[in-house]
Structure formats: structure tokens, C-alpha cells
């Protein structure tokens, strides 16, 4: 028998660690207890309120002391506080949990040790592994220690975990586990490529529960390290016969990598097959895999689309990979009035990119319908998405810097930074504008200047980062380290936190110095009052110009999110707000005040992480974030499960109805309000 359970000693050498583990015996493990009364708690409770509200990131704070109470419940709790606090002087407060005698608080300290994510926490982790209990009351314990080891385990723990084949027959808990840790490790860029036949096996085996096969196709989906190129029969399999839409998406991500030359007629049969939406994205973000123009004719179907999420990427898909052959078809699309702006703001990047420069009356006449576009755009976020279609003409620069000076829209002034960014990058650009003194670094740098006398945060943050990779002769006219540090000194914190830290960032790459994110340090204090007066689940409703979308809140769970965002409900705050992010079968942003994604508020949340709300599922409301400790009024609900945001980003909601309407959303849609039922 190995630590891990019973496995076939000769698969493989247990190291020095492994056996120290080995120590532990049956007789020194903790009795199980499950009293429900030693955990229970209610958002009246003062001490829960004051671990909950904990401001302090000193040694000394009060939280530590937490971790002895002698009651459970403030044991748990504190343990769990410490996965958002994160800081790595805790593991030795968090180590003797691990055995305590309530099974929740090593749970929660295991949890914990995980989000801390450093290296001391890999030892006494696999010491509190229980092995002789891998199929009894222990088992969650054991999988949550498997899921915080892919957090901050070693290369060779992932080895021993990959060899581990015991796990599929005996336990499906601990399956889980296992195929979590192999996740967790792959965010860190570290993949055991003999761990694929399992997860192969185990997105095919329907015996297994549904969410150990969840996790596995998420595995496949998002690590691409794991080379699935002779799993075609495999995962075409599964493509086809999965019923269970949230995995089918993840499967179909892996599958269209597996270059087959079948595969793109796979993908074709499958769209027309398939009727979620959502999968139906998958399926178009897959042509993308596929050698450069193959896949154009289902992508000209999908442009039509009813949806017009899947219309975009085909777009997408045009933009990145059409060929010479292709501009008869998409040039009949840039006058197609039934054609979104979304998609045919894709189809010009396409042109420009492929048409000959030989072809002059054909480009002119593509540049011509581009600029009428411009110019008769029915919102700013259509403008902002034809003018980044000129990203790959130098040559307009001027007509860009013009349209900058009577623009208001903080949505198209990023966009027109964005697009010079990009055009002084263009390999043609030195032969168009040639001389180390030509007059365009001239007017770049006025306007440059203009946007920092402005102190627009939005344009900060993209010159910030346009400087950090800028090589050319910009940087003789244009002084970052200089304009930027003095913009950096007009920022109000913790409001403009992002841009800081953007300006931060450039600054550190100028002077060669190791860059430190600015953190914020204080948190504003959860409003219990509200808060006690309501139920531990909140009904509310989202009211938006294509319907209304019902979720609901956990306040005893994430307390700061939910008392935040009921304040600003009460404040008719998020009245006539734009949605002014919208990813395909990702997520839909809501609450930036300034319509782009970089207006906050003058205070900010702490982040709330919890072993009990996470985004395995769809329609997860999280609070969006610029980093630890920096939510404020800005929020983002889900299309499908997104597993990858765990641990970073508070979740305190949950979507009950309303995917219809989130696939109707598009970027500018407004919300008229919420409303608590």
C-alpha cells in the first residue's frame, strides 16, 4: 500500500517524503464528528461577523487567534478566511488544524493551505493524507488535499499522483480529487502528460458522477499542454454522445485540436446537430484550430446566425484566418445591412489584411464603406469596433488622431489608443512614415500628452501598457517613465487601483526593477444591519432591455459582496448601467460606471472565497476585480462553467433563470435596474 491508497508497489519508488507520511496510524487519527450544532452560525452572530469583516493584514490580527477557539465554528470559519486572506505567515496556524477533531475545520484549513499556494504547505498537506480511510468517512477530506496539493505541490508529487490508477475503481470521490489536482497543476503550467488516458477515460465512462467528468473535459479544454492528437476517435465519440451540455462544450474545445482530417466535417455535423447555443460557440471557436482558410464555408453559414455571439466568432474566425480566396464572399458581407456590427467589424480586419495591395480599387472601396460605417454608427461600442478594424493601416493614423479630437466616448478614445498602439507596431509602418523625426511621432506624442493631462484611467492603462513593449523611435518624443509617473501621482486610490498598478508595472520594466503591485490596504467594513434583517438566500431580479434575468444571493456566505450590492440596489446605482463586456459563452459585465471596463467607485470589498460557492456550474455571479481586495461595483454572471476562476474572483449569486436572455445580450445592452423580490 502506498500514502495514497492501495496501488501496485511496483509501478513506482515512494520518495523520502511519502514514507515520513506513512507515520501516521490508525490509531492516531482524530474521531470523526459530525455534531451539526458545533458548526452552526447566523449573520447576527458578532464573532462571525468579526471574522467575516476581518480589516487587518498584520501578524497580530485579531483572525489568528480564531484558529484556537475552542468553539468549531470560529475555527472553520477562520480557516476558511485565510483561503481569501492568503497569506503564506498563516501555514503554520493552519498546520495543526489539519488534524483537528471536527472534519469541516480540516477541510477548510486544507482548502486554505491550497489558496495560499506556497510550497511549505506541500508536506504536512500529504502528511494529513489519510490513507487507511481512502474509501470511508475521510474521503472529502482526502479530495479537497488532493485538489490544494495541484495548488501548490512539486513537480514530483504530481508525478506520484499521475501513477495513481487505484482511484478509478475504488473511490469516486477520491477520482475527483485526483483529476482536480491534475487541473490545479495545469493552471501552474505544470501538465503530467501520462495522466490523459485517465481523463480520457474518464469524460467516456457515464458510470462516473458527473461532475468528476466535468472536471476532466475542463482539463482537456483548458490545458493545452495535453497533446489530445491521438484521442480523435476518443473524443469524437464523446462529442457525439454526451447529452450533458456543460461537459459536451469542454469536449468539443479538446476535440477540435486533434487535427484528424475529418475533423472539420465532424464540427460541421455537430453544428448541425446541436442546438445550444453556447456548444454551438465551441464549435466555431474550434475552426481556429484548423490549418489557416479550412473551415471558411461553416463559417459563412455560422456568420448568419441567429445568434449573434456565434455570428461574432465566425468573424473572429475570418479576421485571423481568410485567405485571398475568400474576398469575394466577404466583401458582399460589409454591405449586408442584415449583418451585426460585431461580426462585420471582423470581416474588415479580414479584407484589409487580405486584399492585394495591387487590387486599389477594391481596398478603396472597402476603406470607403469602413469610414461611412464609422461614421453612421448606431452606438459608441460599434464605432469603437470599426475603427479598430484600422488597426492594420498605418497609413489612416491621421484620420484616426482627428476623430480623437471632438471624441467624448471613453469606449472609442481606448479604442483609437488601442488602434495607434497597433499601427505603430505594423511591420509597414517605418517604410510609410520614414526618418527618425517624421512629423507622425509628433502628433502621436500630442495626443499621447493629451490623454494624460486628461487623467483618463482608461487610455492610461493602455499607454502604460503600449510603453512596456514600445521599441521604436516613439519613445524619443513620448517620455513614459516621466508623463506616466506624474499621471500615476493624480490617480485616487483604491478607485483607480488597475490603471496604478498598469503605470506601476511600466515604470518597474523602465528603471529594471522588480515590479511590486500596489495593494490596497484597507477593506470597507461589511453593513450588517441590512444584512441580519434578510434571509441567508436573497431573491433578486435583473431587469435589462432584453428581459429580466432572477438570481439569487448568499449573504451568509459572501457577506460583503451581497451587503455591497444590495447598497447599491437601494442606491438605484446600477439603473441604466451598459453591459460593456460581453464574451461568448463566457460572461456578460455589468456596473463600470464609465461604460468601458475602468470605472469604479472611491472604496473597495475585500475578495471572498469559499469551499462551498464555486464556478463549476453555469450562471455564477462573481464580482469582477483588478486584484486581491479591489471588488467594488462592478459584477459578471456566467455562460457556463469556468473553473479557472476559482479562488480568484468572489462568487455571491447564482443565476435561477435567464440563459435565454443572457443569449440575446450584446455589448451596450443596458440593465433598467434590480430589484430584491
Given at each position: 500500500m502506498s500514502y495514497w491508497g492501495v496501488i501496485d508497489m511496483k509501478a513506482f519508488i515512494i520518495p523520502v517524503l511519502f514514507i515520513t507520511a506513512m507515520i501516521v496510524v490508525e490509531s492516531?487519527?482524530?474521531?470523526?464528528?459530525?455534531?451539526?450544532?458545533?458548526?452552526?452560525?447566523?449573520?447576527?452572530?458578532?464573532?462571525?461577523?468579526?471574522?467575516?469583516?476581518?480589516?487587518?493584514?498584520?501578524?497580530?490580527?485579531?483572525?489568528?487567534?480564531?484558529?484556537?477557539?475552542?468553539?468549531?465554528?470560529?475555527?472553520?470559519?477562520?480557516?476558511?478566511?485565510?483561503?481569501?486572506?492568503?497569506?503564506?505567515?498563516?501555514?503554520?496556524?493552519?498546520?495543526?488544524?489539519?488534524?483537528?477533531?471536527?472534519?469541516?475545520?480540516?477541510?477548510?484549513a486544507a482548502y486554505s493551505l491550497g489558496?495560499?499556494?506556497?510550497?511549505?504547505?506541500?508536506?504536512?498537506?500529504?502528511?494529513?493524507?489519510?490513507?487507511?480511510?481512502?474509501?470511508?468517512?475521510?474521503?472529502?477530506t482526502n479530495t479537497i488535499i488532493l485538489e490544494a496539493l495541484g495548488k501548490c505541490g512539486t513537480d514530483s508529487t504530481l508525478q506520484q499522483i499521475c501513477k495513481i490508477q487505484n482511484y478509478k475503481n475504488a473511490n469516486s470521490q477520491l477520482l475527483e480529487g485526483q483529476i482536480l489536482c491534475f487541473y490545479r497543476f495545469g493552471l501552474r503550467n505544470k501538465i503530467c502528460q501520462s495522466s490523459l488516458p485517465l481523463i480520457i477515460e474518464v469524460i467516456n465512462n457515464k458510470a462516473y458522477p458527473e461532475k468528476t467528468r466535468l472536471i476532466a473535459a475542463h482539463c482537456l479544454q483548458r490545458l493545452k499542454g495535453?497533446?489530445?492528437?491521438?484521442?480523435?476517435?476518443?473524443?469524437?465519440?464523446?462529442?457525439?454522445?454526451?447529452?450533458?451540455?456543460?461537459?459536451?462544450?469542454?469536449?468539443?474545445?479538446?476535440?477540435?485540436?486533434?487535427?484528424?482530417?475529418?475533423?472539420?466535417?465532424?464540427?460541421?455535423?455537430?453544428?448541425?446537430?446541436?442546438?445550444?447555443?453556447?456548444?454551438?460557440?465551441?464549435?466555431?471557436?474550434?475552426?481556429?484550430?484548423?490549418?489557416?482558410?479550412?473551415?471558411?464555408?461553416?463559417?459563412?453559414?455560422?456568420?448568419?446566425?441567429?445568434?449573434?455571439?456565434?455570428?461574432?466568432?465566425?468573424?473572429?474566425?475570418?479576421?485571423?484566418?481568410?485567405?485571398?480566396?475568400?474576398?469575394?464572399?466577404?466583401?458582399?458581407?460589409?454591405?449586408?445591412?442584415?449583418?451585426?456590427?460585431?461580426?462585420?467589424?471582423?470581416?474588415?480586419?479580414?479584407?484589409?489584411?487580405?486584399?492585394?495591395?495591387y487590387k486599389t480599387l477594391t481596398r478603396d472601396a472597402v476603406y470607403a464603406q469602413l469610414i461611412k460605417d464609422i461614421q453612421n454608427a448606431s452606438n459608441e461600442y460599434s464605432k469603437a469596433a470599426y475603427i479598430s478594424a484600422l488597426e492594420n493601416s498605418p497609413r489612416y493614423l491621421q484620420y484616426i488622431l482627428q476623430l480623437a479630437e471632438k471624441e467624448k466616448s471613453h469606449v472609442v478614445i481606448n479604442n483609437i489608443t488601442t488602434t495607434l498602439q497597433k499601427m505603430h507596431q505594423h511591420p509597414s509602418f517605418p517604410f510609410l512614415y520614414p526618418g527618425p523625426k517624421n512629423y507622425v511621432y509628433y502628433s502621436t506624442t500630442a495626443f499621447l500628452s493629451n490623454q494624460i493631462k486628461k487623467h483618463d484611467v482608461g487610455s492610461l492603462a493602455i499607454i502604460a501598457e503600449w510603453f512596456r513593449n514600445e521599441k521604436g523611435p516613439l519613445v524619443k518624443f513620448f517620455k513614459p517613465d516621466s508623463s506616466l509617473k506624474y499621471a500615476q501621482s493624480l490617480l485616487s486610490l483604491p478607485r483607480d487601483i488597475e490603471t496604478y498598478n498598469e503605470i506601476e508595472n511600466t515604470i518597474s520594466q523602465i528603471k529594471k526593477v522588480k515590479f511590486q503591485p500596489k495593494v490596497i490596504e484597507y477593506n470597507t467594513p461589511i453593513s450588517w444591519t441590512q444584512l441580519v434583517q434578510l434571509k441567508d438566500t436573497i431573491a433578486a431580479e435583473i431587469n435589462t432591455e432584453k428581459g429580466k434575468i432572477e438570481i439569487e444571493l448568499y449573504s451568509k456566505i459572501a457577506p460583503a459582496s451581497v451587503a455591497n450590492f444590495l447598497k447599491l440596489i437601494q442606491q438605484n446605482y446600477f439603473n441604466n448601467k451598459i453591459i460593456h463586456r460581453v464574451v461568448p459563452n463566457f460572461v456578460i459585465q455589468i456596473g463600470c460606471p464609465r461604460?468601458?471596463?475602468?470605472?469604479?467607485?472611491?472604496?473597495?470589498?475585500?475578495?471572498?472565497?469559499?469551499?462551498?460557492?464555486?464556478?463549476?456550474?453555469?450562471?455564477?455571479?462573481?464580482?469582477?476585480?483588478?486584484?486581491?481586495?479591489?471588488?467594488?461595483?462592478?459584477?459578471?454572471?456566467?455562460?457556463?462553467?469556468?473553473?479557472?476562476?476559482?479562488?480568484?474572483?468572489?462568487?455571491?449569486?447564482?443565476?435561477?433563470?435567464?440563459?435565454?436572455?443572457?443569449?440575446?445580450i450584446i455589448q451596450g445592452d443596458k440593465i433598467t435596474g434590480i430589484s430584491i423580490k
Amino acid at each position: 500500500m502506498s500514502y495514497w491508497g492501495v496501488i501496485d508497489m511496483k509501478a513506482f519508488i515512494i520518495p523520502v517524503l511519502f514514507i515520513t507520511a506513512m507515520i501516521v496510524v490508525e490509531s492516531c487519527l482524530p474521531p470523526i464528528q459530525e455534531d451539526l450544532n458545533k458548526i452552526e452560525y447566523s449573520l447576527s452572530d458578532p464573532l462571525y461577523q468579526k471574522i467575516k469583516d476581518f480589516q487587518d493584514r498584520r501578524l497580530s490580527d485579531s483572525l489568528y487567534s480564531y484558529l484556537s477557539h475552542p468553539k468549531a465554528t470560529y475555527r472553520m470559519l477562520a480557516s476558511e478566511a485565510f483561503g481569501s486572506y492568503q497569506d503564506s505567515l498563516a501555514i503554520p496556524y493552519l498546520i495543526p488544524l489539519l488534524k483537528d477533531n471536527i472534519e469541516v475545520v480540516r477541510q477548510k484549513a486544507a482548502y486554505s493551505l491550497g489558496q495560499i499556494g506556497h510550497k511549505n504547505a506541500e508536506k504536512p498537506l500529504i502528511q494529513n493524507f489519510i490513507p487507511k480511510d481512502s474509501a470511508g468517512p475521510y474521503q472529502l477530506t482526502n479530495t479537497i488535499i488532493l485538489e490544494a496539493l495541484g495548488k501548490c505541490g512539486t513537480d514530483s508529487t504530481l508525478q506520484q499522483i499521475c501513477k495513481i490508477q487505484n482511484y478509478k475503481n475504488a473511490n469516486s470521490q477520491l477520482l475527483e480529487g485526483q483529476i482536480l489536482c491534475f487541473y490545479r497543476f495545469g493552471l501552474r503550467n505544470k501538465i503530467c502528460q501520462s495522466s490523459l488516458p485517465l481523463i480520457i477515460e474518464v469524460i467516456n465512462n457515464k458510470a462516473y458522477p458527473e461532475k468528476t467528468r466535468l472536471i476532466a473535459a475542463h482539463c482537456l479544454q483548458r490545458l493545452k499542454g495535453l497533446d489530445v492528437k491521438n484521442y480523435y476517435k476518443e473524443l469524437r465519440n464523446a462529442s457525439f454522445e454526451e447529452k450533458n451540455p456543460l461537459i459536451r462544450m469542454a469536449i468539443i474545445s479538446a476535440f477540435s485540436r486533434t487535427n484528424h482530417p475529418e475533423l472539420i466535417n465532424d464540427l460541421e455535423e455537430l453544428y448541425t446537430r446541436i442546438q445550444d447555443s453556447r456548444v454551438q460557440c465551441n464549435l466555431i471557436k474550434g475552426l481556429q484550430n484548423l490549418p489557416r482558410g479550412t473551415g471558411a464555408t461553416f463559417a459563412l453559414k455560422a456568420i448568419h446566425n441567429p445568434s449573434i455571439q456565434i455570428s461574432e466568432l465566425a468573424g473572429e474566425f475570418f479576421a485571423k484566418n481568410a485567405t485571398e480566396v475568400h474576398e469575394k464572399d466577404l466583401l458582399k458581407l460589409i454591405y449586408d445591412e442584415n449583418l451585426n456590427w460585431l461580426a462585420k467589424s471582423h470581416i474588415y480586419k479580414a479584407l484589409i489584411r487580405i486584399t492585394p495591395a495591387y487590387k486599389t480599387l477594391t481596398r478603396d472601396a472597402v476603406y470607403a464603406q469602413l469610414i461611412k460605417d464609422i461614421q453612421n454608427a448606431s452606438n459608441e461600442y460599434s464605432k469603437a469596433a470599426y475603427i479598430s478594424a484600422l488597426e492594420n493601416s498605418p497609413r489612416y493614423l491621421q484620420y484616426i488622431l482627428q476623430l480623437a479630437e471632438k471624441e467624448k466616448s471613453h469606449v472609442v478614445i481606448n479604442n483609437i489608443t488601442t488602434t495607434l498602439q497597433k499601427m505603430h507596431q505594423h511591420p509597414s509602418f517605418p517604410f510609410l512614415y520614414p526618418g527618425p523625426k517624421n512629423y507622425v511621432y509628433y502628433s502621436t506624442t500630442a495626443f499621447l500628452s493629451n490623454q494624460i493631462k486628461k487623467h483618463d484611467v482608461g487610455s492610461l492603462a493602455i499607454i502604460a501598457e503600449w510603453f512596456r513593449n514600445e521599441k521604436g523611435p516613439l519613445v524619443k518624443f513620448f517620455k513614459p517613465d516621466s508623463s506616466l509617473k506624474y499621471a500615476q501621482s493624480l490617480l485616487s486610490l483604491p478607485r483607480d487601483i488597475e490603471t496604478y498598478n498598469e503605470i506601476e508595472n511600466t515604470i518597474s520594466q523602465i528603471k529594471k526593477v522588480k515590479f511590486q503591485p500596489k495593494v490596497i490596504e484597507y477593506n470597507t467594513p461589511i453593513s450588517w444591519t441590512q444584512l441580519v434583517q434578510l434571509k441567508d438566500t436573497i431573491a433578486a431580479e435583473i431587469n435589462t432591455e432584453k428581459g429580466k434575468i432572477e438570481i439569487e444571493l448568499y449573504s451568509k456566505i459572501a457577506p460583503a459582496s451581497v451587503a455591497n450590492f444590495l447598497k447599491l440596489i437601494q442606491q438605484n446605482y446600477f439603473n441604466n448601467k451598459i453591459i460593456h463586456r460581453v464574451v461568448p459563452n463566457f460572461v456578460i459585465q455589468i456596473g463600470c460606471p464609465r461604460g468601458d471596463g475602468y470605472g469604479s467607485l472611491d472604496y473597495s470589498l475585500r475578495t471572498e472565497v469559499s469551499t462551498e460557492l464555486n464556478y463549476m456550474q453555469e450562471g455564477v455571479i462573481g464580482m469582477a476585480n483588478a486584484g486581491p481586495d479591489t471588488e467594488c461595483n462592478q459584477f459578471f454572471i456566467t455562460y457556463s462553467p469556468t473553473p479557472h476562476l476559482d479562488g480568484k474572483y468572489s462568487v455571491f449569486g447564482k443565476m435561477n433563470k435567464g440563459m435565454d436572455i443572457m443569449n440575446q445580450i450584446i455589448q451596450g445592452d443596458k440593465i433598467t435596474g434590480i430589484s430584491i423580490k
